[in-house]
């Protein structure tokens, strides 16, 4: 067991290879230190990967359980149907099965999700075998990372009213703490409004499909007559209740839990979605726990994401999936364009939603640098930034120099009121950026001169990866939007006869404008900011806060 704080486990990461697990191939999705909300549409895979993690962590060697009467450890077979013959698979090629990555302490333990045939069940075993073993490993090749886990199937959400009498039982829950009593209570109540629950805990039951959970008193009316919302909630609240008695008896040993939910969304109100969310926050960070739940409502996803209700800087994050014949992480993770792919609905004016709203204005040198800003900031991101601003964004190349675009608010007060985006090889005095609207594009780290203007930045980044034997840039090459991209296909497209050789400024501007249409094809420009994510994520960051200034103005 874990013996201090000090060596609390926090869930990292679970990757998916090539051959696939069932349709899950070649991606990362990360999970954060407090809430994960995985989404994506009907069959994309969210089930598989909370079947993954649940089967990855739990205490399988201790006699606490929660107040669900179970251990704080759920195995796969019971949250998903996994078929024998998918062992097979598996086995095929064992070293590509999903891996998930966990923090113990200061140890990376990577745990792989090995698939096993059990002769007398008609579903496969699932057994998290370490990537890498070490020698007196206390967690064990074969075993489960201790982190105390609870898992909140569907099964939650089975109706008494539709049970056999016979099956339901519902008793005074006596063994309960007064602290966990009233944690429920407390928590029902701050999630949905009027519900005035009193701490009086009655344990309910259903054996036919095994759903267990406790509830608060409800004035008025038993607790058999709840709601499908008030009992999620109620599951909810007692899952929170387990890992506050949990924490209090082991002490300093508690190493943090995980809280795994499948559709978190169904049975609430719009509203209290809102406040579930604010309230699991709460008790996340004040039970060191981390929450991964899947979702498919809107609301719930706005009142996390960064983009609507939720704090950029929050230990949160939603993760959407995309394609269900094929699926992969969402290249934009923007609110607007998940809202857009749940709906599926055909792009659009990214400025409708504030088509009546005041234009922000944002000022280029040239066409080059308005195409290098639109590749790092995409549709989707600017039309959920038009909104939050409550502006439109308009952008439009000028055709002056950088110098004269900075200085063009000291000479004119309106132009306070724009955005102006110079290239980065522009000095920006202090005068001329006092107005907080000036932001440089971004360029390669160590570039220096000429070298730092959006076309020797592009020209340069598709010699580096010509050259790379590997690493990112080789990396790079190869998620080319291309046929068989190559070093020898980037050559002859882009630098076929000298063409392109020269870092002349006027000359690098000709040849991006001869070769743009293969540039943007093939998201040479967007794959740049994937590379140098941090340039890019620092530019977008600096334009954000720019624009978010100059629109107080207008």
């Given at each position: 067991m874990v013996t201090n704080v000090e060596n609390q486990i926090k869930v990292s990461a679970i990757t998916f290879n090539t051959p696939p697990f069932r349709k899950l191939r070649n991606c990362r999705i990360d999970i954060s230190e407090r809430?994960?909300?995985?989404?994506?549409?009907?069959?994309?895979?969210?089930?598989?990967?909370?079947?993954?993690l649940s089967n990855t962590f739990g205490l399988t060697d201790s006699e606490q359980k929660s107040y669900f009467?179970?251990?704080?450890?759920?195995?796969i077979e019971r949250i998903i149907y996994v078929a024998l013959n998918e062992v097979d698979i598996n086995q095929e090629s064992p070293s590509a099965a999903p891996i998930v990555d966990a923090a113990v302490g200061e140890r990376l333990v990577r745990k792989r999700c090995s698939l096993t045939r059990?002769?007398?069940?008609?579903?496969?075993?699932m057994v998290p075998r370490t990537v890498d073993p070490i020698d007196d490993d206390w967690i064990g090749p074969d075993a489960k990372i201790p982190l105390p886990t609870i898992y909140l199937g569907m099964r939650r959400l089975a109706s008494v009213g539709e049970a056999d009498e016979k099956e339901v039982t519902s008793t005074p829950l006596k063994e309960m703490e007064g602290s966990d009593r009233q944690l429920i209570a407390d928590f029902v109540n701050s999630v949905i409004v009027g519900s005035d629950v009193t701490s009086e805990i009655t344990h309910q039951s259903i054996r036919g499909?095994?759903?267990?959970?406790?509830?608060?008193?409800?004035?008025?009316?038993?607790?058999?007559?709840?709601?499908?919302?008030?009992?999620?909630?109620?599951?909810?609240?007692?899952?929170?209740?387990?890992f506050n008695r949990l924490q209090r008896e082991l002490g300093d040993t508690y190493p943090g839990g995980l809280l795994i939910i499948d559709e978190m969304d169904v049975g609430f109100h719009p509203h209290a979605i809102d406040r579930l969310i604010l309230a699991l926050k709460?008790?996340?960070?004040?039970?060191r726990l981390q929450i991964v739940a899947t979702t498919h409502s809107p609301r719930m996803i706005?009142?996390?994401?960064?983009?609507?209700?939720?704090?950029?800087?929050?230990?949160?994050?939603?993760?959407?999936?995309?394609?269900?014949?094929?699926?992969?992480?969402?290249?934009?993770?923007?609110?607007?364009?998940?809202l857009s792919d749940m709906a599926l609905e055909p792009d659009a004016d990214e400025t409708a939603s504030v088509k009546d709203a005041q234009k922000l204005c944002v000022y280029f040198e040239d066409v080059e640098a308005k195409q290098f800003c639109e590749a790092l900031i995409p549709r989707g991101k600017r039309g959920a930034l038009s909104r939050k601003l409550g502006h439109s964004l308009?952008?439009?190349s000028l055709g002056v120099g950088g110098s004269i675009l900075a200085a063009l608010p000291n000479n004119d007060p309106i132009f306070c009121d724009r955005v102006l985006v110079v290239d980065s090889d522009t000095k920006v005095t202090k005068k001329a950026g006092r107005h907080g609207n000036v932001v440089k594009l971004p360029c390669t780290p160590s570039a220096t001169g000429t070298d730092r203007s959006p076309e020797n930045t592009i020209k340069n980044f598709l010699r580096a990866m010509c050259r790379a034997d590997d690493g990112p840039l080789y990396?790079?090459?190869?998620?080319?939007?291309?046929?068989?991209?190559?070093?020898?296909?980037?050559?002859?497209?882009?630098?076929?006869?000298?063409d392109g050789s020269n870092n002349n400024r006027e000359k690098s501007k000709a040849w991006w404008r001869k070769h743009w249409k293969a540039l943007n094809s093939w998201e040479v420009l967007t794959l740049w900011s994937k590379v140098y994510s941090k340039e890019a994520d620092a530019f977008v960051a600096a334009f954000t806060a720019a624009a978010a200034r100059t629109a107080e103005r207008l």
């Open positions: 809430i994960t909300l995985i989404a994506g549409h009907n069959g994309i895979g969210k089930s598989t990967i909370l079947g993954l009467r179970e251990p704080f450890y759920t195995n059990r002769s007398e069940y008609r579903r496969a075993r499909v095994r759903k267990r959970s406790a509830h608060p008193g409800y004035p008025g009316h038993e607790t058999l007559a709840i709601s499908m919302g008030q009992d999620s909630l109620g599951s909810i609240a007692t899952a929170l209740a387990s709460t008790k996340a960070n004040q039970l706005a009142a996390l994401h960064p983009d609507g209700k939720g704090d950029g800087h929050a230990p949160d994050s939603v993760v959407y999936l995309v394609d269900t014949k094929h699926p992969r992480l969402a290249e934009d993770q923007s609110l607007d364009a998940i308009k952008l439009t990396d790079a090459l190869r998620l080319l939007k291309t046929k068989n991209p190559t070093s020898n296909k980037i050559t002859s497209t882009f630098f076929l006869d000298g």
